[in-house]
Nanobody, 119 residues
Framework: QVQLVESGGGSVQAGGSLRLSCAAS????????MGWYRQAPGKQRELVAS???????RYADSVKGRFTISRDNAKNTMYLQMNSLKPEDTAVYYC?????????????WGQGTQVTVSS
């Protein structure tokens, strides 16, 4: 069974740091673009950052200079280093990945991990 499992969420004070991880497991042939999304209460899910299998990255303007996305292709794992956290970063963070499984490539989602930043 193919799945994405996030870890590393939690509660932190403003200015603090957290590191999220997303591990893909199962019978995966290859992983294309991976990304982190977040959804705050009452808001739509939004892209935070993404990274291609060659390492090209993109970030939402709101997190540029504070968050860093990376991946370890050998471990099928993606990371999000979040520094200088702000209360407005509070949300459920979801991992997303385009996985090639057998002959089909489609997007998979993790179950989400809560990040709470207090002022």
């Amino acid at each position: 069974q193919v799945q994405l499992v996030e870890s590393g969420g939690g509660s932190v004070q403003a200015g603090g740091s957290l590191r999220l991880s997303c591990a893909a497991s199962g019978s995966i042939f290859s992983i294309n673009t991976m990304g982190w999304y977040r959804q705050a209460p009452g808001k739509q899910r939004e892209l935070v950052a993404s990274i291609t299998n060659s390492g090209s990255t993109r970030y939402a303007d709101s997190v540029k200079g504070r968050f860093t996305i990376s991946r370890d292709n050998a471990k099928n794992t993606m990371y999000l280093q979040m520094n200088s956290l702000k209360p407005e970063d509070t949300a459920v963070y979801y991992c997303n990945a385009e996985l090639a499984v057998s002959l089909l490539t489609r997007a998979y989602w993790g179950q989400g991990t809560q990040v709470t930043v207090s002022s």
